[in-house]
């Protein structure tokens, strides 16, 4: 199984910056897809940008340009550096790992506990 933590949300002016991280865990052996999801009150959850382990980079038309998603293989961890934050950005930001391979075979779609984004006018 894969344990995500994120970590790097909070409070900031609209126009700011916050770097967002997401460090997995637990017993594995590769990790797939990395992407950070959002969801505010009465919404679906969205994609707002992944990452393959090879580097190749997806984003949500409303973030590009704004945000970049990273990752480090060597660490577990994605990270996603979002500039010029507007107040729809706010949201509960959730880390996701699409599939992944285990001791036990392979596993799939494990979320974190979610990091909360506001941003203030």
């Known amino acids: 199984q894969v344990q995500l933590v994120e970590s790097g949300g909070g409070l900031v002016q609209a126009g700011g910056s916050l770097r967002l991280s997401c460090a997995a865990s637990?017993?594995?052996?590769?990790?797939?897809?990395m992407g950070w999801y959002r969801q505010t009150p009465g919404s679906q959850r969205e994609l707002v940008a992944d990452?393959?382990?090879?580097?190749?980079?997806s984003y949500a038309d409303a973030v590009k340009g704004r945000f970049t998603i990273s990752r480090d293989n060597a660490k577990n961890t994605v990270y996603l550096q979002m500039n010029s934050l507007k107040p729809e950005d706010t949201a509960v930001y959730y880390c996701?790992?699409?599939?992944?391979?285990?001791?036990?075979?392979?596993?799939?779609?494990?979320w974190g506990q979610g990091t909360q984004v506001t941003v203030s006018s």
């Open positions: 996701n790992v699409d599939r992944f391979t285990t001791p036990r075979g392979p596993g799939y779609d494990s």
């Open positions: 637990g017993r594995f052996f590769t990790i797939g897809l």
């Open positions: 990452i393959t382990s090879g580097g190749s980079q």
